[in-house]
């Protein structure tokens, strides 16, 4: 089955630590997105990816960094430089052009900076 | 002020109950509005798109009035696996179209 995989769902830090959340789709999707939800506020916007070996800056992505070397794959770095890392992140993905208004998520990693 | 705006609820209703909920966007070259569903710790998943003309799927209804600049979300005969956030969403104008999540708003239906 299609999908988008999101490794690992939990996972917990010491200050001081980068750590990298990992995403992989077999949806041959070209877009690719990383949003962090914390309690009571919408989804924001970390980096998202049109195209391989492209990305740009969400609202948000002070502190974090992207790679996009493969269509499949759009790992997330939180670096020690993230004020407040500890919330949930979702990858998502979807197709270009209109098909960009439907996001298919994967089911989230839950960081937590001890 | 949020671009994306929700009453977080709780909206507290018994089963069979006909709910309502609302969202207003700030945003007014949006263009197209979504409403998704999350579960208690889980993925946000698309419900249904929100269209000018109103669209309705079995059980939800959904409207947009864009010169009030809000969404709205009606759910009949509400069954206990409705429970779960749902999320609205706006597609914000401009050179990349990108999605506004609004906090969503918490249905609980009870027995």
């Known amino acids: 089955d299609g999908g988008i995989t999101q490794s690992p769902k939990y996972l917990f830090r010491k200050e001081g630590q980068n750590v990298t959340l990992s995403c992989e789709q077999n949806?041959?999707?070209?877009?690719m997105y990383w949003y962090r939800q914390d309690p009571g506020q919408g989804l924001r916007l970390i980096y998202y990816s049109q195209i391989v070996n492209d990305f740009q800056k969400g609202d948000i992505a002070e502190g974090y960094s992207v790679s996009r070397e493969k269509k499949e794959s759009f790992p997330l770095t939180v670096t020690s430089a993230q004020k407040n890392p500890t919330a949930f992140y979702l990858c998502?993905?979807?197709?270009?052009?209109?098909?960009?208004?439907?996001?298919?998520f994967g089911a989230g990693s839950r960081l937590t900076v001890l | 002020r949020k671009e994306v705006e929700q009453d977080p609820g709780p909206f507290n209703v018994p089963e069979g109950a006909t709910v309502a909920f609302n969202c207003t966007y700030s945003?007014?070259?949006?263009?197209?509005f979504f409403w998704y569903r999350q579960d208690c710790r889980k993925e946000p998943k698309l419900l249904m798109s929100?269209?000018?003309s109103g669209n309705e799927d079995g059980r939800f209804t959904a409207q947009l009035n864009r010169a009030s600049q809000y969404i709205s979300l009606l759910i009949r005969d509400s069954k206990l696996s409705d429970s779960a956030t749902y999320l609205c969403?706006?597609?914000?104008?401009?050179?990349?179209?990108?999605?506004?999540f609004g906090a969503g708003t918490r249905l609980a239906v009870h027995p």
């Open positions: 949806l041959n999707h070209d877009a």
């Open positions: 998502a993905s979807s197709l270009q052009g209109s098909g960009a208004n439907v996001l298919t």
């Open positions: 929100v269209y000018s």
């Open positions: 945003n007014s070259a949006s263009q197209s």
């Open positions: 969403v706006a597609k914000g104008g401009g050179g990349y179209n990108k999605l506004i």
